[in-house]
């Protein structure tokens, strides 16, 4: 956003900054052509929430609520995306002829106020949100405007324009990662099959055909992708991976790269990494205040262990890189050992698992202990060796990430019992545990309210109080679907004196959960009933958890 000196002056006011803040920056934005304020939010001195708060408190701007502010599709064709994104607003809600609801990262700049008023020739209702939400309304919606019917088979048509040009592989590979991007995908799969080549993208963690190739760019496809992840572009018969970093809109995306041979050739598989995802703050995760206190205080301890643990795509490395990036790389010497390397992180030492080499992460995490670290985040722990490495690196004064595959974060606590961790060390390093599932998100554009039935007031043990749920209808931004997104579901265990005491005792999964629950510990089952009541996901959703979690604990 542009300079403005009212907004800095009213932080001042607010003690948020101080005037050597903006005084150290002022070289750096001049350098970066960016604003103070981003710089200052950038280096963490300030948050973009606490901007929206000031906006609120200060000026009486309404923050802008997903949940409540619903879009109106007719007005986003007042703007086109070059002036939304130009302006950095997003055009909201066109109630009627006279007025219209716009969402600002700056509500207090008069000059874009005065533009976009000439523009709408409309009364303007100003809401007020983070920079980066509305960047993220803009390309999301402005994209899902646009996208009818016709661009189910966008590569096969992007093919025949550009047969004409050169080259013609090239672009169609960047074709194919702009547009997964652009629809939030997750993994693009390009499989080769008797009669065709088909492209699907996974969304939501649905996969979703998306279009055909013919044979011939399929081939194309493959060589391109091998140079640029350094595969063997003569190899056929053996799995290969690889990664590379490319750009989308001004952001880095790291792709990772799989391929594997199949009876009709190979099958590619390729994973979107996209900074915006990744690099988020703790806030934007789906934390409640509870939870947000007790994940502060575990990750504030000067060593130890902490553990983040779910299910295979259920978000742990988003989590892990977000408490990364909430810690201050310029006073710590911050170090990973991951397999693979996730995401590049800028002023932290990352470092990438070789079979080849023999570096593993057990050796890998000796090595590290010998580079004075005081934060080592390993990508996960495996085996017995890895977790004996881990927990012998958090008793020497570094505080350890790590995660693991296990079903709850009780579970994570069997879990390393079983790797044979002797009890009084595991009990003395444990910090904490995280444990999430995914769950669709509702399209806060679409959502209805129902009464729930009587089953549902049983499920959620809510037999006689008042209350109501959502459920999904579908419209054009969510594809008909009803869900848009995911959301993560989350308990949080902080280890007590009492559960320390049971784990040294060797107790079992349902004893140290007795006495978790007696020290406070909120289960995931109150997470999802939370989520529910706030309408962000349906039971449909939650009767995974739900009957996941009773069986596992009956």
């Known amino acids: 956003m542009k300079e403005n000196m009212l907004v800095l002056e009213m932080l001042l006011k607010n003690k948020m900054i101080t005037r050597q803040h903006i005084a150290e920056r002022i070289d750096e934005a001049k350098r970066t052509k960016e604003s103070i304020l981003d710089v200052l939010v950038r280096d963490r001195i300030i948050t973009a929430a606490e901007i929206v708060q000031i906006f609120h408190n200060e000026w009486g701007f309404e923050a802008y609520d997903p949940r409540k502010d619903v879009i109106d599709p007719r007005a986003l ?44 020739e409309k009364r303007l209702k100003i809401l007020v949100a983070e920079k980066g939400c509305v960047e993220d309304l803009i390309d999301k919606y402005y994209h899902q405007q646009y996208a009818n019917q016709e661009r189910a088979d966008l590569i096969t048509h992007r093919e025949q324009k550009q047969a004409r040009q050169e080259p013609t592989v090239i672009n169609l590979v960047n074709d194919l990662i702009d547009e997964g991007v652009s629809r939030g995908a997750s993994d693009i799969h390009v499989e080769a099959f ?72 190979e099958k590619i598989v390729l994973r979107l990494l996209d900074q915006k995802k990744f690099l988020i703050s703790v806030d934007e995760l789906g934390f409640s205040k509870q939870q947000k206190q007790l994940l502060k205080e575990i990750t504030e301890a000067p060593h130890g262990m902490i553990l983040i643990c779910g299910p295979t795509g259920s978000g742990k490395s988003t989590t892990l890189y977000s408490l990364l990036n909430g810690m201050d790389p310029r006073t710590q010497n911050i170090i990973t050992i991951e397999d693979p390397v996730e995401f590049q992180m800028e002023d932290i030492n990352q470092i990438q698992v070789s079979e080849k080499t023999g570096l593993n992460f057990a050796n890998g995490l000796r090595a590290i202990l010998r580079q004075d670290p005081n934060v080592i985040m390993v990508g996960e722990i495996r085996d017995e060796d890895t977790a004996e490495m881990a927990i012998r690196a958090a008793i020497t004064g570094h505080l350890v990430l790590s995660t693991l595959h296990t079903n709850n974060a009780i579970a994570s606590i069997n879990r390393l019992m079983d790797m044979k961790i002797p009890l009084y060390l595991l009990s003395a390093t444990l910090r904490g545990v995280v444990s999430q599932k995914l769950v669709k998100r509702l399209c806060p554009n679409c959502r209805k309210k129902a009464q729930p039935t009587e089953l549902e007031r049983g499920l959620l043990g809510m037999p006689d109080q008042d209350f109501e749920l959502f459920f999904p209808v579908g419209c054009s931004f969510c594809h008909g679907s009803g869900y848009h997104g995911r959301i993560a579901v989350q308990e949080v265990l902080k280890i007590t004196r009492r559960i320390r005491e049971a784990i040294d005792q060797g107790e079992d999964y349902d004893s140290i959960r007795k006495v978790a629950i007696a020290e406070g510990f909120r289960p995931i089952e109150d997470a999802l009933k939370r989520q529910l009541l706030l309408g962000e996901t349906t039971i449909s959703q939650g009767m995974e958890i739900l009957a996941f979690e009773n069986d596992w604990h009956r």
Not at 92 to 105: C, E, Y
């Open 77 to 120: 064709s007042l703007f086109s995306k070059e002036q939304a994104r130009k302006y950095l607003i997003f055009p909201l809600d066109q109630q009627n002829d006279d007025q219209l609801t716009v969402v600002m990262a700056d509500p207090s700049d008069e000059e874009t106020i005065r533009s976009i008023k000439r523009i709408a």
């Open 194 to 265: 008797s009669q065709k080549v088909q492209v699907r993208f996974r969304i939501d963690g649905t996969l979703k055909t998306i279009g055909r190739i013919s044979k011939e760019s399929w081939r194309g496809v493959i060589t391109r992708l091998k140079i640029l992840a350094g595969c063997d572009i003569a190899e056929h018969r053996q799995p290969q991976d690889g990664a590379f970093t490319t750009n989308h809109e001004g952001r880095q995306i790291d792709v990772r790269l799989s391929i594997i041979p199949t009876i009709h050739g």
